[in-house]
């Protein structure tokens, strides 16, 4: 009896032990990552930059390639390009274009196939805040105008008005519907595309992990993707959306 109250107070002493150091600031967690994986203690520091990512949803981009590292050296390969794909989300580096191109040239995946609108839009992602707070500053400047002529000088402000109402669309088409960017990345091999959002719909085909495809929407645990130029869905486990 006495074994088995000492060996239940170790187990609750490792939980509450390894809780209490995951409490720690995101930024310790982090430098501890980065320690770990600069002994080439690969396992233990992706389980932290892991946690640190599913926690608090935050990660630097060096955090992001050093998993995708880890990832491709066990060789699973879906994992690190769905790494690489966030690293590039938040640095538009085109050397993580070329290198997600030259992981799924070799292993035969689709989706991947580089163009310059692409990057644009991962320009556009970038600076998206500051061109809300440029729109934003914009329409209130000419609204300042526009009430300046109109008490000052008694004018009607016509063009002043035309262009804010301009303005003020745009900001409101950027706020709402400019971010387009919604792609996933097949994560489990022997992955069922089928016609419709159900278990019995017809077989599209079955593919194996690796692959990116464009989203279009979620229906219950079903997500509606476009395969080879066709409406098509999988189940959500088996993809993972970029955002």
Excluded: C
């Excluded at 932290?48 to 699973?76: H, N, V």
């Excluded at 077989?203 to 690796?210: A, E, F, T």
Aim: proline share 2%; glycine share 4%; aromatic share 16%.
């Amino acid at each position: 009896m006495r074994n088995y109250l000492l060996n239940f107070f170790i187990q609750l002493f490792i939980i509450f032990g390894v809780n209490l150091s995951f409490a720690q600031s995101p930024q310790a967690n982090l430098e501890r990552a980065d320690s770990l994986f600069s002994q080439q203690k690969f396992t233990e520091s992706f389980e932290i930059y892991e946690r640190l990512l599913e926690t608090y949803q935050q990660s630097s981009p060096q955090m992001l390639l050093k998993m995708a590292f880890i990832k491709e050296g066990l060789r699973d390969y879906s994992k690190a390009l769905y790494y690489l794909n966030l690293y590039y989300l938040q640095t538009t580096d085109k050397k993580a274009l070329k290198k997600m191109e030259e992981l799924a040239e070799n292993h035969n995946l689709s989706g991947y196939e580089y163009a310059d609108w692409e990057f644009f839009m991962m320009l556009y992602r970038k600076y998206n805040a500051y061109l809300t707070y440029m729109l934003l500053a914009l329409a209130l400047m000419l609204f300042a105008v526009i009430f300046r002529q109109k008490r000052k000088y008694d004018q009607k402000p016509v063009t002043t008005g035309v262009l804010l109402t301009l303005t003020l669309g745009i900001l409101f088409y950027h706020v709402n519907f400019s971010d387009n960017y919604n792609r996933g990345i097949i994560v489990q091999t022997d992955a069922y595309i089928m016609d419709a959002p159900s278990s019995g719909a017809d077989l599209v085909r079955i593919i194996d992990k690796g692959h990116r495809v464009k989203v279009i929407d979620k229906k219950d645990v079903w997500v509606e993707i476009e395969w080879e130029g066709n409406i098509a869905y999988i189940r959500e486990n088996n993809i993972a959306t970029l955002h």
